[in-house]
């Protein structure tokens, strides 16, 4: 039996080049596991016969998956930047314009956002009405304290000038609206359109 030794080879200078070390049976299979998975790709792809429509698939799939990722960071934005507008909405108060003049539908809306706010607001049973900024505030109630918390909370709002609090509680007779003396009703038209 016969020794080999290793070969050496040198350079011109005589320097030895060390020798590459051998690849491991590991190594070799998963370099030839890619290159399988690469030459099938390149087939499905390039078939003759179904490659064109497989190749805009996967193009069309691409292209949505990059919409959607776009989509959602829009969206994940928008939700982290939520709590920031909150605390700044919170830090600046509210906002009270009154120098404002509001019509009589958005006076009503706000009074109605002010005055059933709470949970336990009695929502169905109160109707707001609006006229040449003078609330009036007709239904029933079921606690007589809820008449004088809800004519106070409408009477708090920017741009009301009057409340007429006709609620009353069940089994008391409603009460209605004192009669307007025409003079006064012109009056207070008058100034409010500044006649």
Do not use: C, W
């Amino acid at each position: 039996m016969q020794l080999k030794m290793p070969i050496e080879v040198r350079r011109r200078d005589d320097s030895a080049v060390p020798r590459p070390e051998p690849r491991s049976v590991a190594a070799e299979a998963v370099r030839l596991i890619a290159a399988a998975m690469a030459g099938a790709a390149l087939a499905h792809f390039l078939d003759p016969e179904r490659g064109r429509r497989r190749r805009h698939t996967a193009r069309d799939r691409a292209l949505a998956t990059g919409r959607r990722s776009a989509r959602n960071a829009v969206r994940r934005a928008g939700h982290a930047a939520g709590p920031v507008r909150g605390v700044a909405h919170r830090a600046g108060g509210a906002v009270h314009h009154p120098e404002r003049d509001y019509d009589e539908v958005t006076l009503a809306r706000k009074v109605e956002s002010e005055i059933f706010r709470p949970v336990d607001a009695p929502k169905g049973t109160v109707n707001v009405n609006v006229h040449e900024h003078v609330v009036e505030l007709r239904g029933v109630v079921e606690r007589p304290e809820l008449i004088a918390a809800l004519g106070d909370a409408a009477a708090a709002v920017d741009g009301v000038e009057r409340v007429e609090n006709l609620l009353h509680t069940p089994g008391t007779p409603a009460r209605h609206a004192p009669p307007s003396d025409p003079a006064e009703v012109r009056a207070r038209a008058n100034a409010h359109h500044g006649g």
